[in-house]
């Protein structure tokens, strides 16, 4: 994607300030319209985060894919062997009642939140391999989660990257310097 110097703002960051689906689904944040379904089911969906969460979210992690049966006293013990746990919460349906295999984990510490977010990727809760990543429903405005189109991540195979996060960046735009005379 090429873009004009005058059309860059000075205001750019390779991460994301606000969550914008069509800005995460592009490479550089310059896209204008949806590349794929994902991207369009994420701008028509509508995301509140979970109510009752009283954690700091700069040290609060999002936990997820562990299995059914996990307790919030499950996650907290699992937890606190690599760093203090301050209170972990368990998502549940509401109409059911089970679990959404998914919760949050608040560390004593923002550089326990951090080093477990970003370095403990192969962890294993009661034979399942769990997901654990920074909360970002609480700290980023307009953040939606991957089931609805949104999210971060993703892999090459899928086709779904996406940018603007703090593991994969923005990259920087190409800009040209085209003369007034010549600009359509």
């Known amino acids: 994607m090429y873009c004009?110097?005058?059309?860059?703002k000075q205001t750019w960051s390779p991460f994301a300030k606000e969550y914008d689906?069509?800005?995460a689904g592009s490479i550089d944040g310059t896209d204008t319209e949806p590349h794929d379904r994902a991207v369009a089911r994420a701008?028509?969906?509508?995301?509140e985060p979970p109510h009752g969460l009283?954690?700091?979210p700069e040290r609060t992690l999002f936990v997820a894919r562990f299995g059914p049966k996990v307790s919030k006293h499950d996650l907290k013990d699992f937890f606190?062997?690599?760093?203090?746990?301050?209170s972990a919460k368990v998502i549940y349906d509401i109409v059911t009642g089970t679990s959404q295999c998914y919760g949050f984990v608040e560390m004593r510490s923002?550089?326990?939140a951090w080093r477990l977010a970003r370095r403990m990727s192969d962890l294993t809760m009661m034979n399942h391999k769990i997901f654990v990543d920074f909360e970002v429903g609480r700290t980023m405005k307009g953040w939606k989660p991957r089931r609805l189109g949104g999210g971060?991540?993703?892999k090459k195979e899928s086709g779904q990257l996406r940018f603007g996060g703090k593991d994969r960046p923005f990259k920087r735009p190409f800009l040209l310097d085209v003369p007034k005379?010549?600009?359509v």
């Open 43 to 47: 701008i028509d969906s509508h995301y």
């Open 110 to 112: 923002e550089d326990d």
């Open 54 to 56: 009283k954690s700091k």
């Open 4 to 8: 004009l110097k005058s059309d860059l």
């Open 152 to 154: 971060f991540g993703g």
């Open 80 to 86: 606190s062997k690599y760093g203090e746990v301050v």
């Open 21 to 23: 689906p069509l800005k």
């Open 181 to 183: 005379n010549m600009r």
